[in-house]
Nanobody, 114 residues
Framework: VQLVESGGGLVQPGGSLRLSCAAS????????MSWYRQAPGKERELVAS????????NYADSVKGRFTISRDNAKDRTYLQMNSLKPEDTAVYYC????????WGQGTQVTVSS
């Protein structure tokens, strides 16, 4: 089983990034997918989640209107489009898959700084 995040990096405030999470080794289309983040010295927090079908999404208040979660069940991938980035969005972003099992990726660093 693997969840591999990519797409992180350094971006200026107001910029955009698109994170991708590639899944393998389990039935991706049956799992709820989520993005979490953890900033230095802070607890890991839920950013966004999407149902197995993709019909239902949920967002943390801090990212509503700026971030969009999506998935492609044909490609076993989930995405996080991040727009209007702020310095407080700086964190390691993790992909998570939950159903009968609970899987995490290794994380990708997002740094928002001028």
């Amino acid at each position: 089983v693997q969840l591999v995040e990519s797409g992180g990096g350094l971006v200026q405030p107001g910029g955009s990034l698109r994170l991708s999470c590639a899944a393998s080794g389990f039935t991706f289309s049956s799992y709820v997918m989520s993005w979490y983040r953890q900033a230095p010295g802070k607890e890991r927090e839920l950013v966004a989640s999407i149902s197995s079908s993709g019909w239902t999404t949920n967002y943390a208040d801090s990212v509503k209107g700026r971030f969009t979660i999506s998935r492609d069940n044909a490609k076993d991938r989930t995405y996080l489009q991040m727009n209007s980035l702020k310095p407080e969005d700086t964190a390691v972003y993790y992909c998570r898959a939950v159903n009968t099992r609970d899987y995490w990726g290794q994380g990708t660093q997002v740094t928002v700084s001028s």
